[in-house]
């Protein structure tokens, strides 16, 4: 069965950067791409970016755009995305999700979700 | 960039009741949009692709309409376990690369 598994939980201080990994089982890892959605304390779900999972290609939210990467290892059927210079606004759940297998324009499957707190 | 408005953003409803919530695109640019629900302390779940396709194991009683700009989710008797809050989706390209946009959410709560 298809799994996305993420990585724990993380504290960070403002300034600093995290890195969450999300691995991947049960299906092809390449034939799929990734996006990363985050939600914040009591608030709705913010999509931050997309890679492809074939070649790597990206695309980032503008509003994060230069504070954020994305990454794959397909070896490990892992994807990572990392966050720099960490503001107390980005405390959020960050999740992973696959692109749907009906038609890729929504996800079917989701990480249990990583807590990211950013405080001094 | 597309902006997606749902409504209402609270809607109070009692068990067995009809319920149908709202989803706005600023633009019409795509007659696929996607519903989620999302329970405290969860992912998002999908119930909905492409405006009216349930997602596997989907109960028959959760419906959506559209295309165009205008989308509905209908829950046709609501369950216990259905009161949650649900978002809609949407993808666009961007220089041939996807992008998403998520609407604030509707949360349904019990009367």
């Known amino acids: 069965q298809v799994q996305l598994v993420q990585s724990g939980a993380e504290v960070k201080k403002p300034g600093a950067s995290v890195k969450v990994s999300c691995k991947a089982s049960?299906?092809?890892?390449?034939?799929?791409?990734i996006s990363w959605v985050r939600q914040a304390p009591g608030q709705g779900l913010e999509w931050m970016g997309w890679?492809?999972?074939?070649?790597?290609?990206?695309n980032y939210a503008q509003k994060l755009q230069g504070r954020v990467t994305m990454t794959t290892d397909t070896s490990t059927s892992t994807a990572y995305m990392e966050l720099r210079s960490l503001r107390s606004d980005d405390t959020a759940v960050y999740y992973c999700?696959?692109?749907?297998?009906?038609?890729?324009?929504?996800?079917?499957?989701w990480g249990q979700g990583t807590l990211v707190t950013v405080s001094s | 960039e597309i902006v997606l408005t749902q409504s209402p953003a609270t809607l109070s409803l009692s068990p067995g009741e009809r319920a149908t919530l709202s989803c706005r695109a600023s633009?019409?640019?795509?007659?696929?949009l996607a519903w989620y629900q999302q329970k405290p302390g969860q992912a998002p779940r999908l119930l909905i692709y492409?405006?009216?396709n349930r997602a596997t194991g989907i109960p028959a009683r959760f419906s959506g309409s559209g295309p165009g700009t205008d989308f509905t989710l209908t829950i046709s008797s609501l369950e216990p376990e259905d009161f949650a809050v649900y978002y809609c989706?949407?993808?666009?390209?961007?220089?041939?690369?996807?992008?998403?946009?998520f609407g604030q959410g509707t949360k349904l709560e019990i009367k």
């Open positions: 999700a696959r692109e749907s297998a009906y038609s890729s324009e929504e996800f079917d499957y």
């Open positions: 049960g299906y092809t890892f390449t034939s799929y791409g």
């Open positions: 890679i492809s999972a074939y070649n790597g290609n990206t």
């Open positions: 633009q019409g640019v795509s007659s696929y």
């Open positions: 492409d405006a009216s």
């Open positions: 989706q949407q993808r666009s390209n961007w220089h041939a690369a996807p992008m998403y946009t």
